[in-house]
């Protein structure tokens, strides 16, 4: 990275809402925008894990703002909107990120109450942030909205089942909010990770050498950019694994 670069605060001044940040992929990309400039409102159901982010965050000079709470807790959502509209007025950028794995059975076998957890999680959760959300979105000048899938969300896998359809029905509703969103300047993208060294990728395929798989570090710039106002595309579903491939770092980074 260029000296110049290292100064510049592609964020800077702008307010940053994203779930599941406690670890993996949602910790890594708190980190990434508060480096960048970003007041993060960080959210999980770990309160120990967002106190340690915000330790670190902290120790480096920038501040966050915790949350820790199960996002399927009725009310919950629209508390933290109340919140964040009182305090800033508006939400420059959205990252639906956290999420459950369910068990990895045939479809036919899955318990009820776990098919409900997943997709209460993973669908209905993201879907209450946009109800609640759109409104501060759109106050902002350049609103965006990204959300975490899955290549299991457009490609069927046995055995994935629950986890897959979820993610499935998250990208259809993320497209359906980008093209209603459309005449406003609020864009909504989504990105598919691929394998990335979490917790969730550790319990799905407990055999794997957990180094083999990319850390969530390195995907970072790929939300950074979809989160920047310079960004100007909608409905996109970023594959990181391609992106990394043709060597696609996003600026300059």
Not at 104 to 118: E, F, N, S, T, Y
Not at 220 to 241: R, V
């Amino acid at each position: 990275m260029s000296e110049q670069m290292a100064k510049r605060k592609i964020l800077d001044g702008r307010v940053a809402l994203i779930t599941g940040a406690s670890r993996g992929i949602g910790r890594s990309v708190a980190k990434c925008f508060a480096e960048h400039g970003a007041h993060v409102i960080i959210t999980a159901r770990t309160q120990g894990a967002l106190e340690d982010l915000d330790d670190e965050l902290r120790s480096l000079g920038h501040a966050a703002t915790l949350v820790p709470c199960d996002l399927t807790e009725p009310g919950i959502i629209d508390k933290i909107k109340g919140a964040i509209f009182q305090r800033f007025g508006k939400l420059d950028i959205l990252v639906g990120n956290a999420g459950v794995l369910g068990t990895l059975d045939p479809i036919a076998q899955i318990d009820p109450k776990d098919w409900q957890r997943v997709i209460d999680v993973n669908l209905t959760a993201n879907w209450q942030l946009i109800r609640a959300m759109d409104s501060l979105l759109r106050a902002s000048d350049a609103g965006r909205a990204i959300f975490v899938s899955s290549s299991v969300g457009h490609q069927a896998r046995a055995g994935w089942s629950t986890y897959a359809v979820s993610k499935a029905a998250l990208e259809m509703t993320a497209n359906i909010y980008a093209q209603e969103t459309q005449d406003s300047s609020v864009l909504v993208n989504m990105i598919n990770p691929g394998g990335t060294r979490t917790s969730m990728r550790a319990k799905a395929i407990p055999g794997e050498n957990p180094y083999d798989v990319k850390s969530p570090d390195a995907i970072t710039h790929l939300f950074l950019e979809l989160a920047s106002p310079a960004y100007q595309k909608t409905g996109q579903m970023i594959e990181a694994e391609q992106e990394l491939a043709a060597g696609h770092v996003g600026y300059g980074l």
